[in-house]
């Protein structure tokens, strides 16, 4: 099973600050690495797919980055909407599996 | 606009049998992947499986021999079964849409608690 690990596993920022969020994979993803955005009592939202494409709706605050088994979220800005929990998912290998999550707090 | 609506008993005895139900609304539970994703408290993510409106299965292999996901294309819902649950098991358990195998989920359910005591 492929082991991913999230850094740091918190960030505390101000607002209008960027955030950069690790994902390393234990073995080669290629560019089959997903992020999501979780915050308490909602469904966890798709950002980020195939590495470094936005899904539909996201603003292009978000950029991924990365492949084999170095990735990054990217938030250039931090908008108050943004503080939440961020998980990256490998969909390379069965089972798939994803981070222990970066947890984005307000400074 | 689709969504997803998880369903089912929120405490489970020690050694019974947990079922929850995803029922989609706003479009068909047909050409897509299903899958069930669950969260234990104060832990991360945890892929339990999938399947494909067509019936064809993929389970987490830790999970494989007590895992049955269905599906019920006459009432656009879906189901997991998760046999011989302990304490483990307790979770908020996540039904998700995707387009492919291997395509991220872009559409989840809200989730559901369910205990295991």
């Given amino acids: 099973e492929i082991v991913l690990t999230q850094s740091p596993a918190t960030l505390s920022l101000s607002p209008g600050e960027r955030a950069t969020l690790s994902c390393r994979a234990s073995q080669s993803v290629s560019s089959y690495l997903a992020w999501y955005q979780h915050k308490p009592g909602q469904a966890p ?48 290998n069965w089972p798939l599996t994803f981070g222990q999550g970066t947890k984005v707090e307000i400074k | 606009q689709v969504q997803l609506q998880e369903s089912g008993p929120g405490l489970v005895n020690p050694s019974e049998t947990l079922s929850l139900t995803c029922t989609v609304s706003g479009g068909s539970i047909s050409s897509y992947y299903w899958s069930w994703i669950r969260q234990p ?51 908020v358990y996540y039904c998700a849409r995707h387009i492919s195998a291997v395509a991220a989920p872009g559409l989840w359910g809200q989730g559901t608690l369910v205990t295991v005591s």
């Fill in chain 1, 45 to 92: 939202r798709l950002l980020m797919y195939d590495a470094s494409n936005r899904a539909t709706g996201i603003p292009p605050r978000f950029s991924g980055s990365g492949s084999g088994t170095d990735f990054t979220l990217t938030i250039s800005s931090l908008e108050p909407e943004d503080f939440a929990v961020y998980y990256c998912q490998q969909l390379s």
């Fill in chain 2, 41 to 91: 408290p104060g832990k991360g993510l945890e892929w339990i499986g999938y399947i494909f409106y067509s019936g064809g299965t993929n389970y987490n292999p830790s999970l494989k021999s007590r895992v049955t996901i269905s599906v019920d294309m006459s009432k656009n819902q879906f189901s997991l079964k998760l046999s011989f649950v302990t304490a483990a098991d307790t979770a």
